[in-house]
């Protein structure tokens, strides 16, 4: 099993610590011929006009549009968070738009540019996790098919629809790797019914 983590800008070497701590191969994604040997994806925060720009270059938008609708599992973090939104308020940024929701970017504000907070995640054993924002956006609406896995106040901060998941914040930058451990599970999931489909 093998996890991408997209490397055309952002913070990458992070996400690649922390799937190594869960015990996967990950490894940086920079062009698209990279991607056939992956089981997921993850797209890390940065910019996501500079991200969603280089996507569109690199030829990554249509193969990856359709891998995910055949199930393929794909992270955004924050910025990759924006890159997986079907709609985005606040600047028009090349996207995937395979999540049925809508982002709003920056929503939370110059006086909050970045802070932590510590949120309830559904799903996860344990103390709540520490979460970082960084100049982040929040998730204004979602559509049926996906739920909402934690909120900071009132606002939606991380979502899933099937094997995509996207956080407003940035677990890889805590030593906390229980987001990407959950993100791996889906991967192994993925890979057990595709090795099934296949027998
Ligand atoms: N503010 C950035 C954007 O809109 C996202 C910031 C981040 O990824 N930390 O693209």
Redesign the pocket.
Known sequence: MKIGVLALQ?AVREHLLLLDRCGVEAVPVHKLGDLPDLDGLVIP?????AIGQLMEECGFLGPLRVLAEHGFPIYG????M?ILAERVQ??S?PRLGVMDITVR??SFGRQRESFEADLNISGLEGKPLRAVF????HVVETGPGTRVLARFGERAVFVQQGNLMATAF?PELTEDARIHALFVQRVRDFVKSRTQAHR
Not at 134 to 137: D, K, L, N, S
Request: glycine share 28%; hydrophobic share 25%; with cysteine.
């Open positions: 952002g925060g940065g910019e996501s006009t973090t924050c910025a990759g924006i606040g600047g940024v970017r920056n960084i100049r982040a956006p940035h």
